[in-house]
């Protein structure tokens, strides 16, 4: 049973953390299984704002919450704190530096297993006029989106998009358009990431009521790019280009900038293939190293978290492209989901070592903030 961390717990992981920078590449995985949770606990924090578009301190975490079921999506609010989304739980949590997490939401209709369950999370780029908050979960009979008032109903927006134990995809995030983005995996079955008629294996750009985005490569079909396996990362640069990460079977993960109507390969290719039928990715490596989750961008740096490599990986922009990956927190957080940059330039990190594949340490799973200088 999981027991809140004490104080001496959190000053040992900054002095960890302080040195993780330089810390080797050394890939760690394990099979044990989650304990039961005894809810969320708030940790004391700073809540000095920092400078947006400044270089993030990966030296001073603070620790916002920990006790936490499975986080997997995390949107931000314009009002200050965020929502995170409990996987197995279906529950919706309000975190806000210095106060207790607040359960908030539980989406009704969320069937855990797997992969599966409540997954991304994106608010709504006119939350103060409608109150939507947007959320990516598996129910009995697939994967869908629906929105939602946190006083209200959801409303379903699309469904059909297959479920499975692995492969179900789930991050959501709405573009500098105002449309919705969808990563989807390929629920196990490789050739429907090539089936333009399937939402699987895709990235879907849609409307926020769900329909077809206009100006989509094919007209009527939420279908943006196709050929992926199964994409667990978006993230627009100052130019408001698209990346995305994507798990690799067995020898390459990926980073790809995503464009419209462009094949990204699978099941046909895993990795760079030099055949101008499909777009190479940018960035590779070896699933031991990553299986790279959330992405983020800040200024000209992208962070992607990385779960079975246990690291995040930090990846310098020029002109467009990503270079020169460097390890970061190398092993001392365990398997990490989700990377966000908040409105106030700070980084969001979660951890996932409740989910079934992670080596679980006193606390687990928390969130952490770390600043902008």
């Known amino acids: 049973m999981r027991h809140p961390w004490r104080t001496r717990h959190f000053r040992s992981l900054s002095l960890l953390l302080a ?101 991304g999370l994106a608010v709504s780029p006119a939350y103060a006029e409608n109150g939507y908050i947007y959320a990516y979960f598996t129910a009995d009979t697939d994967n869908r989106i629906v929105r939602f008032r946190l006083d209200g109903q959801p409303e379903v927006l699309f469904t059909g998009i297959a479920k499975a134990s692995n492969h179900n995809g789930g991050r959501i995030a709405f573009g500098p358009d105002g449309m919705l983005y969808a990563g989807t995996g390929d629920a196990g079955t490789g050739a429907a990431a090539q089936n333009p008629s399937s939402p699987n294996g895709k990235i879907l750009r849609l409307t926020p009521e769900g329909q077809p985005a206009p100006g989509n490569p094919t007209p009527g079909s939420p279908v943006y790019s196709l050929g992926h396996r199964n994409v667990q990362g978006l993230a627009w640069d100052s130019e408001g280009r698209l990346y995305a990460t994507e798990f690799g079977q067995n020898r390459f993960d990926e980073i790809n900038r995503i464009e419209p109507a462009h094949n990204y390969g699978w099941p046909d290719v895993e990795g760079i293939a030099n055949n101008p039928q499909y777009t190479d990715p940018l960035i590779t490596w070896s699933p031991s190293d990553a299986s790279p989750s959330g992405l983020a961008i800040a200024g000209n740096t992208m962070y992607a978290a990385a779960l079975r490599g246990e690291r995040l990986w930090t990846l310098p922009l020029q002109d467009g492209a990503p270079t020169r990956p460097t390890a970061q927190l190398t092993n001392h957080l365990g398997r990490l989901r989700t990377v966000a940059i908040a409105p106030d330039g700070a980084l969001w990190l979660t951890t996932s070592n409740t989910d079934g594949r992670g080596d679980i340490h006193t606390g687990d799973d928390r969130i952490l903030r770390f600043p902008a200088r």
């Not at 990966?58 to 949107?75: K, Q, R, S, Y």
């Not at 279906?90 to 209709?109: D, F, K, N, S, W």
């Open 19 to 119: 040195v993780c920078a330089s810390a080797s590449l050394i890939a760690a995985c394990s099979d044990d299984q989650p304990t039961t949770a005894q809810g969320p606990t708030a940790v004391a924090t700073s809540t000095a704002p920092s400078r947006s578009g400044g270089t993030i301190d990966l030296t001073a975490p603070e620790e916002l919450v920990h006790g936490i079921d499975v986080p997997w999506g995390l949107a931000f609010l314009p009002q200050g704190g965020a929502l995170v989304a409990e996987r197995d739980s279906g529950v919706i949590l309000r975190i806000t530096p210095g106060a207790p997490a607040e359960q908030v939401y539980r989406v009704p209709g969320v069937a855990a297993a797997g992969e599966g369950g409540l997954l």
